[in-house]
């Protein structure tokens, strides 16, 4: 078993919501414990001590230790103090306890000797081996997906997304309850249905099954909750769609700075935070190309790897902003230490929602000014179509912005026609939804020479003439 000693991390001070989401945090090694516990009551308050183990199958050991660092961030975003990092290197995870026996022993021995009260396996385990890990080192036992889960529930702040996080939560619940043993049994008939007759009926249903039965309620409910609330959303989205406003979205790997390209580009004012999953709740946004052409700018929840399918089934709604794109923005860390995992790991998200490989895709190299110019370099030879940017300092957003220019779809009519004075709203519609080529104001009108969607041809078309016949 390989050891990873981890320093605590400083967590990043920036603006907006910042003061909210960090009020009250505990502050790590601020004892509360007190030696003379005889006259008062004792109480031991601190953030969660945790050991991370993983178990490495496949790959280099850099590979491994990189997603353990992944798990430390993970575990620090939550509010947990991180203690020590294991890798165990096995063929397959072990079926009861994720380890092995032996190796079970030995980190219950570790657990003891640190004072940790959790352990933070880097996958997703069975219920039986949480269970028998736990039973093992005698603490509190999480996996990767339950941590996530958990961070997800720190973060969501829009009724939709609370409900999102919970769907996704009771899901992931559901097969992992646990009972009290065989105090409350089952209820049992008469002799002729093969019980025990009288005074051998149990009470009726076990806490756990009556536990299973409302999660399973009110899990129907959140579904119905969550379709009801789509429906806002895709309401806006047809609106924009029948106005022929072209959309892009942001997608990209968490923390790799996509609210903050948001900002950059929009001035959205999107919570900012050097932390994994800071926002949840998709934002979108006007913006304009540097030719005056108004599109819609979508921000969406993170990715990592092995996303549990629990959250990516429960925001479907919110990723439907990814599928109805013209064009997606994917935002990749330059400063990472392997931005290719995280671009695979993304495409493989985007692969499960219908549609979204169609679409193309510029890949947004983002945080230049900290990142290595060889990597840098490696990434635009190994992808071709993509854009070195600094959301922070602002290089490359111009290149960004016309690349974005150059791939927004056209729109469909080119015309040429002369709109009366008293219909510049149509004229102003043409600079907002379509290209204006040139103007020409004459004493009867406005030549107006513009490529233009469908919509807005069919009003002009009312009430404009072509120039040819004037």
């Not at 790799?256 to 929009?266: E, I, Q």
Request: glycine share 8%; proline share 4%.
């Amino acid at each position: 078993m390989t050891y990873m000693r981890f320093e605590p991390l400083d967590h990043a001070v920036g603006d907006y919501e910042l003061e909210e989401r960090q009020a009250l945090r505990r502050v790590a090694g601020l004892s509360t414990e007190l030696e003379d516990v005889t006259e008062v009551e004792y109480r031991r308050l601190r953030l969660e001590r945790v050991i991370l183990v993983g178990v490495w199958t496949s790959g280099t050991v850099v590979d491994a230790e990189n997603s353990l660092q992944e798990l430390k961030l993970l575990a620090e975003t939550a509010g947990s103090q991180v203690l020590e990092g294991l890798i165990q290197r096995r063929d397959r995870p072990d079926p009861a306890t994720y380890i092995g026996s032996g190796k079970a022993s030995e980190l219950r021995d570790i657990v003891a000797s640190t004072g940790a009260d959790t352990v933070i396996c880097d996958g997703e385990l069975t219920p039986g081996q949480l269970r028998q890990l736990e039973d093992v080192v005698n603490v509190k036992v999480v996996d990767r997906t339950a941590l996530i889960l958990d961070i997800f529930a720190q973060h969501a702040k829009s009724r939709e997304g609370k409900a999102q996080v919970e769907l996704a939560q009771l899901q992931y619940l559901l097969p992992r309850l646990r009972g009290w043993g065989g105090n409350l049994s089952r209820q049992v008939g008469g002799r002729a249905a093969g019980g025990i007759g009288i005074g051998g009926r149990g009470p009726g249903e076990t806490k756990i099954e009556l536990d299973r039965r409302r999660i399973r309620e009110r899990m129907a409910k959140l579904r119905r909750q969550i379709k009801e609330m789509s429906t806002v959303r895709e309401t806006k989205r047809h609106r924009r769609q029948s106005r022929d406003v072209p959309a892009v979205a942001i997608a990209g790997y968490t923390n790799a700075g996509k609210s903050s390209l948001l900002n950059r580009l929009t001035g959205a004012g999107v919570l900012v935070e050097d932390a994994l999953f800071a926002t949840l709740d998709p934002t979108v946004r006007r913006a304009h190309t540097p030719e005056g052409r108004v599109f819609t700018l979508a921000d969406t929840v993170g990715f990592v790897r092995h996303l549990p399918h629990q959250l990516v089934e429960a925001f479907r709604s919110t990723l439907e902003e990814v599928a109805d794109a013209d064009l997606i923005l994917h935002v990749v860390d330059g400063s990472h230490p392997d931005p290719e995992s995280q671009i695979a790991a993304v495409r493989e998200v985007l692969g499960e929602i219908e549609g979204a490989r169609d679409i193309p895709e510029i890949v947004v190299v983002n945080k230049a000014d900290a990142a290595e110019p060889e990597v840098l370099t490696r990434l635009t030879i190994k992808e071709r179509h993509s854009v070195v940017v600094s959301a922070r300092t602002g290089a490359g957003i111009a290149d960004l912005m016309a690349v974005i220019e150059r791939e927004l779809p056209r729109p469909d009519h080119e015309i040429r026609m002369l709109v009366p004075y008293d219909r510049g709203d149509l004229v102003a519609r043409a600079h907002d939804e379509g290209e204006v080529l040139s103007l020409e104001h004459t004493g009867e009108g406005t030549i107006l020479h513009a490529r233009i969607p469908a919509g807005l041809f069919a009003e002009l078309d009312r009430v404009a003439k072509p120039v040819e016949t004037v």
